[in-house]
């Protein structure tokens, strides 16, 4: 069975462009989560979607949105791009909308220039 | 507010043990484990929720006390496969998302 899949899996961006990043989940994985992850630092939550809900949003401001799709895949859109946004890009799948087991994808990772 | 982990870095023998400390300043609801080698992405190794029982995952195992609120992972005749960093998450309340702690770097040496 595929895991959950991110693409695209490198970018560079300046700053003040905008950046989408795509998320497919596990097969039956109603619930997507978004985490930022800094070179050095553990993953920081964003948001969680389940059902096309958001159920859940991290300390990011509104410059950074999400949204899921009835497949339940998700994509997560950065406005206005900052260097400090350069970071790894995880994106979590799991069967239940409380916060069980992730699995998690291999990352986006964003350079900002 | 992130937990906090103890050690930053470890560096073990094959066979050795090895304990990584996971705290927090606020009540807590489950805590979660997992591991992330280089360049890949985390991979789950057990939660433990409140009022829960202390998990096992082959040689790993690990500890939930709720009124210290800490965990702690325990591996346990350390394997090379074993090498990466462990990352501790935490929620206090259903639905709103892990805070992940800053990570411990395991390295198994032969």
């Known amino acids: 069975d595929a895991g959950v899949t991110q693409s695209p899996t490198h970018l560079i961006k300046t700053r003040g462009q905008h950046v989408t990043l795509r998320c497919s989940p596990i097969s039956g994985h109603k619930s997507v989560s978004w985490y930022q992850q800094v070179l050095g630092q553990g993953p920081q939550f964003i948001f969680q979607y389940y059902e096309k809900e958001e159920r859940g949003r991290g300390n990011f401001p509104d410059r950074f949105s999400a949204r899921q799709f009835p497949n339940y895949s998700s994509e997560l859109n950065v406005n206005a791009l900052l260097l400090g946004d350069s970071a790894l890009y995880l994106c979590a799948s799991s069967l239940r909308d409380d916060t069980g087991e992730l699995f998690f994808g291999e990352g986006s990772r964003l350079t900002v220039l | 507010q992130q937990p906090v982990q103890s050690p930053q870095a470890v560096i073990l023998r094959e066979g050795e043990d090895a304990v990584i400390n996971c705290s927090s300043s606020?009540?807590?609801?489950?805590v979660h484990w997992y591991r992330q080698k280089h360049g890949e992405a985390p991979v789950f190794l057990m939660i433990?929720?409140?009022?829960?029982e202390q998990k096992g995952h082959e040689k790993i195992s690990a500890s939930f006390n709720e009124k210290k609120q800490q965990s702690s992972l325990y591996l346990t005749a350390s394997q090379l496969s074993y090498s990466g960093t462990y990352f501790c998450g935490t929620s206090k309340l259903v639905r709103i998302g892990l805070s992940f702690g800053a990570g411990t770097t395991v390295t198994v040496r032969a």
């Open positions: 606020k009540a807590l609801y489950s």
């Open positions: 433990l929720l409140k009022g829960g």
